[in-house]
């Protein structure tokens, strides 16, 4: 039978819930267990794809393509596990579904209702991933217990337990410890009203995970436990952690996993947390300073690049060193050129986007980072202006541009695939999920990766305009990766250059603490060497030496 982990939150939104259900993962997977992980999003919205970044922060792409919650992103590098689309679910695809079936007439004329339609719907997410391949389901219910949107997810979840059993079911309840500063005090009352409207719904919290700055004192926790009827040992305590990939060790020290695995009988598995303490030296190990700058259109809210800028951290881990992001508005660009200001950066990132806005700037830090040999990674938007930049400033097409910023441009070097020309429905219609690329013989991308096929997510429309490729290619712009029939440009990079490498690819969403994503080993590397003032070399970007 299936286990169950369901994971709440309470109190105030952005408390860490999903980087407590990741490290149960974590925890768990290090006893044996096969797990996988789900969020289930109350919005409204089917899927977060066509939100804002501002909205909703990045959008995490899975190998099959679905567009989905940033949390998955911190499920999938903490678990180690590659998930799917059906490991996201909100309100919207849940009142899809049901109302494509009353359309259908599935429901024989009966009177659809939240419940049992809507929880029954909500039930069969949760039982479609617990498949004969799984010991553990961790399913983490996004938004906080009190609002509106989120009962009937809690009434499912309720439910769920009487379906499959009281043994094969476990609840946590995420709450906050504010520390009062005028009262010198931490507070308990946040949790217990946050507790009371969960056991108003029927669920009484299995254990109750305090988020706090500093360490909770001894007494906060009975007192927890008597007013909240969770035992005390079950009340456990996440202050604020150094750095993220640590919370797994904090929540085991706790003693959390030890309390679910006594209820789910699986307290007989010895837990081997070697691979993962050896992760966490290491990350506190890497203290050599690299300056990365981040070329962006949303930098005012770092989740918007969420799995970029892990990437890149997993790259310093490598190395040993420790990365240190300037976060750069594209529009700005110019003016920091003028003053010489990109100088000091060791590295450059031009990550994805859509929209005209901030375009120029991006084009320009490219133009920069070329004609400075300071390395510079594009990633999908990113490798379409390198594409821009070479077009205008090498090969003298002056006015190349993408269709996306200049629908009628004298040079569209970047355009739409026919495919996506007539596209209405805004939902899911991109190039989306895993794709794989040949890379070139000899080229820096193929010593990098190691290998000569690759496969890597997309999320995009426009492509590399194959008019232009062959002058593109002679004017020293190097198509090193191609999609196996040769139709799509999937990697450019410059030959006389230490790295200036574009993907149209999003190797971030693929990047895992202790296995960086290629790309992003490589640019620190390079950025190291360029920081102790060296050019870089392909032994700094720590290619096998068989490929050098
Ligand atoms: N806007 C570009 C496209 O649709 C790039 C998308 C991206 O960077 N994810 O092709």
């Not at 995420?174 to 009371?196: N, Y």
Request: charged share 25%; net charge negative; glycine share 10%.
């Amino acid at each position: 039978m299936v286990k169950h982990i369901f994971v709440t939150g309470g109190v105030t939104s952005s408390l860490g819930k999903g980087l407590t259900a990741s490290s149960l993962g974590r925890l768990l997977k290090a006893r044996g267990l096969r797990v996988t992980m789900q969020k289930l999003d109350p919005y409204i919205n089917v899927d977060p794809g066509t939100m804002n970044p501002y909205e909703h922060g990045e959008v995490f792409v899975t190998d099959d393509g679905g567009e989905t919650d940033l949390d998955l992103g911190h499920y999938e590098r903490f678990t180690d596990e590659s998930l799917s689309r059906d490991s996201n679910a909100t309100t919207g695809s849940i009142y899809q579904a049901v109302l494509a079936a009353e359309r259908r007439g599935d429901y024989l004329g009966k009177t659809v209702q939240v419940i049992p339609h809507i929880t029954d719907e909500i039930k069969s997410r949760i039982t479609r991933l617990a498949g004969a391949d799984v010991d553990v389901v961790i399913t983490e219910v996004g938004g906080t217990v009190g609002d509106i949107e989120i009962l009937p997810f809690v009434e499912a979840i309720r439910q769920f337990r009487l379906d499959v059993g009281r043994q094969n079911v476990f609840y946590v309840h995420v709450t906050l410890v504010p520390f009062i500063g005028p009262a010198g005090e931490q507070k308990t009352k946040p949790t217990q009203h946050s507790v009371t409207e969960l056991r108003s719904r029927g669920i009484q919290p299995d254990a109750i995970v305090l988020r706090s700055e500093n360490a909770v004192e001894e007494g906060l926790r009975d007192k927890i436990s008597r007013l909240c009827d969770v035992e005390s040992r079950a009340v456990v305590n996440a202050a604020d952690a150094k750095n993220l990939y640590e919370i797994p060790l904090v929540l085991h020290e706790e003693g959390l996993d030890k309390i679910i695995c006594e209820h789910f009988g699986f307290d007989e598995m010895p837990i081997d947390l070697s691979e993962w303490e050896a992760l966490v030296e290491r990350v506190e190990a890497a203290t050599t300073p690299v300056r990365i700058g981040i070329i962006g259109k949303y930098v005012q809210l770092p989740d918007a690049y969420l799995s970029v800028v892990e990437a890149l951290k997993h790259g310093g881990y490598h190395h040993g060193a420790k990365v240190e992001i300037e976060w750069i508005q594209a529009e700005e660009v110019e003016g920091l050129l003028a003053e010489d200001r990109l100088r000091d950066l060791d590295g450059l990132v031009i990550p994805g986007g859509f929209g005209e806005r901030g375009s120029e700037g991006k084009i320009e830090a490219a133009r920069y980072s070329r004609e400075n040999n300071i390395p510079c990674l594009g990633l999908c938007l990113g490798l379409q202006v390198m594409t821009i930049e070479v077009a205008r400033n090498v090969l003298g097409l002056a006015g190349a541009n993408s269709t996306e910023f200049e629908p009628y441009g004298p040079h569209p070097v970047i355009d739409l695939m026919d495919a996506q020309r007539d596209v209405t429905d805004m939902g899911g219609t991109m190039r989306l999920g895993t794709y794989p690329a040949k890379l070139a013989d000899d080229s820096i991308v193929a010593a990098i990766y190691g290998s000569l096929l690759v496969y890597e997510r997309h999320r995009h429309r426009l492509e590399v305009n194959n008019d232009y490729r062959s002058r593109l290619e002679e004017a020293g712009l190097r198509c090193s990766g191609l999609s196996p029939d040769e139709r799509l440009v999937e990697f450019v990079e410059l030959r006389d250059h230490p790295f200036w490498v574009g993907t149209q690819a999003h190797p971030e969403l693929k990047s895992r603490p202790n296995r960086p994503a290629p790309l992003f080993r490589g640019l620190i590397g390079a950025a190291l060497a360029r920081s102790e003032g060296r050019n870089p070399h392909l032994i700094d970007l720590d290619v096998p030496s068989e490929h050098r």
